[in-house]
């Protein structure tokens, strides 16, 4: 993903990119072989741009980092984590639909 708003998180980099990240993250726990994630690839990258400097968007491949999906208990995929300041705040799994993820984001882009 060429993105410069998109952030691909590994265990190396989640803790300075996410949980200290000043502003809103949105998490996409995701695979290369997942068709619904690939899906709302466009959108996530739409919301990165449209949202940049509010809201980050970071990206985590379940294949390269089994220890952060078992960490937050990714059981499929998509999963769209939101974590402000640090915590986790909404939880969605499967791929929603762009009015609904717009309406989740926006309660923490202020």
């Known amino acids: 993903m060429a993105n410069q708003n998109i952030v691909q998180i590994s265990g190396g980099n989640f803790d300075a990119e996410v949980k200290k990240s000043p502003v809103p993250v949105l998490v996409d726990f995701w695979a290369e072989w997942c ?6 690839g466009p959108l996530l990258e739409e919301l990165a741009d449209a ?7 970071a990206k985590v491949n379940v294949d390269e980092n089994q220890e952060l999906a078992g960490e937050y208990s ?3 995929i998509p999963t769209l984590i939101i974590f402000k300041d640090g915590v986790v ?9 762009r009015s609904d993820l717009q309406k989740k984001i926006a309660v923490y882009v202020g």
Not at 35 to 40: E, S, V, Y
Not at 89 to 97: F, I, L, T
């Open 89 to 97: 705040k909404e939880q969605m799994v499967g791929a929603p639909s």
């Open 35 to 40: 068709g619904p994630c690939r899906a709302i």
């Open 74 to 76: 990714v059981r499929a």
């Open 51 to 57: 949202n940049a400097g509010k809201l980050k968007i």
